[in-house]
């Protein structure tokens, strides 16, 4: 192993500790209505922030949640030289759901084990809590959604305040990175999500 | 994305290689006792409730359902059947639902398993429902449940999915209507594949 690989090595192992023991892989998708032509659209706009009852706690009523969303949102809008509309119709609406659920996975502990002893094989299951945030994009005129992009990771960082501008930043990132560009038709990539 | 992708993978090899209960796709349905479709001929969607599917990824997501409605009204042209907006005979009504589910390989208790790793899987079930729209009764429904883990997050695919499993559904929609209808299959052989 070369010196520079064995110092990329490192930092990598370097950053899954910073990330404390979950390391679980965020995932992050999307959906494109067909046929869009992008280029239409030029500014955007906050659905009012009603719907939004998560039935958590730690989003509910959480300033920090919504301000680094619509924060790591509109960054990312604005390098697509998106404007944020000032007055009159905008051509999209934005709308943001974050949802937390309880889901189940094959524990990370048994994992290395490989191997199950208890009769029903039951301690390799763990259940975990498991966040969305999905985010539509509306086209204003038409009342229709044009894109839909939603990230999935545990929500167990989500304690620290930190932790979550982190989460939120690279699921928004991740997420965006999926929203098509303009002259580019609306087309998924092939393998559908997008390459980390 | 790719975790999903592999663990869909060794889903697959699961299934193929015990005959466990995670069948890839199970599809049946229901007519109702003296139904002759034959004598219905329009159709119209019921309002859709903009319900819960057990997935935010698919909740009030219109790409889906635009998708799900295309490839059902395929497969009710091909049969002859026609949209209408006034007064029409049938109504047509889908509902789509997505739930985590688990499998679990049952050891005896001396038995250690390197190969019993509980199976973790997204189920989703759609279901079609005809239904008449003087009398509101349900005339036919045909249903599917597969495994859609890591489907959902690839729009091609899902697509493609959705497509399949219409197609699947509507197979089973006792056509030609007219003539006598083929002896019902018996649930040993109702679509297991």
Redesign the interface.
């Given at each position: 192993m070369s010196r520079h690989s064995y110092t990329a090595a490192l930092a990598i192992g370097l950053a899954a500790i910073a990330a404390g023991c979950a390391v679980t892989s965020m995932n992050v998708s999307s959906h494109v209505r067909r046929g869009l032509d992008i280029g239409q659209y030029s500014t955007y706009a906050w659905a009012p922030a009603d719907a939004l009852p998560t039935g958590d706690p730690r989003l509910d009523q959480n300033p920090y949640f919504q301000d680094y969303v619509q924060g790591a949102v509109e960054k990312q809008l604005a390098s697509r030289g998106m404007l944020a509309s000032r007055a009159g119709t905008p051509d999209l609406l934005l709308h943001y759901h974050a949802s937390i659920d309880t889901r189940i996975d094959v524990s990370r502990s048994e994992r290395e084990y490989e191997r199950c002893h208890s009769s029903d094989c039951s301690s390799w299951v763990e259940r975990y809590e498991a966040g969305t945030l999905v985010i539509d994009v509306v086209d204003t005129r038409a009342n229709l959604l044009i894109w839909r992009g939603w990230a999935q990771d545990s929500v167990e960082a989500f304690e620290n305040r930190d932790r979550m501008r982190q989460k939120v930043t690279e699921a928004v990132r991740r997420m965006m990175a999926t929203f098509p560009r303009a002259g580019s038709d609306a087309r998924p990539p092939a393998h559908g999500g997008e390459q980390p | 994305?790719?975790?999903?992708r592999s663990r869909l993978a060794a889903a697959l090899t699961i299934c193929s290689l015990t005959i466990s209960g995670c069948a890839v796709r199970r599809v049946d349905s229901y007519l109702a006792r003296g139904v002759n479709l034959a004598s219905y001929r329009t159709y119209a969607w019921r309002p859709v409730q903009p319900g819960a599917t057990g997935d935010?990824?698919l909740d009030?997501?219109?790409?889906?359902q635009e998708r799900v409605q295309a490839a059902v009204e395929r497969q009710l042209a091909s049969r002859g059947f026609e949209k209408t907006v006034a007064a029409p005979q049938l109504l047509v009504h889908y509902h789509a639902n997505v739930e985590?589910r688990?499998d679990?390989?049952?050891?005896?208790?001396w038995e250690?398993?390197?190969e019993?790793?509980?199976f973790?899987y997204d189920a989703s079930t759609l279901m079609i429902d005809l239904v008449d729209a003087r009398t509101n009764d349900l005339l036919w429904r045909g249903w599917s449940q597969s495994n859609i883990d890591g489907i959902?997050?690839?729009?091609?695919?899902?697509e493609e999915q959705i497509d399949e499993t219409v197609a699947k559904i509507f197979e089973r929609l006792p056509f030609p209507f007219s003539g006598p209808l083929a002896p019902r299959e018996s649930r040993e052989d109702a679509g297991l594949e």
């Open positions: - | 994305m790719r975790v999903s935010v990824r009030n997501n219109e790409m889906f985590q688990i679990l390989t049952e050891l005896e208790p250690s398993c390197a019993c790793k509980p973790i959902v997050d690839n729009q091609r695919w899902l």
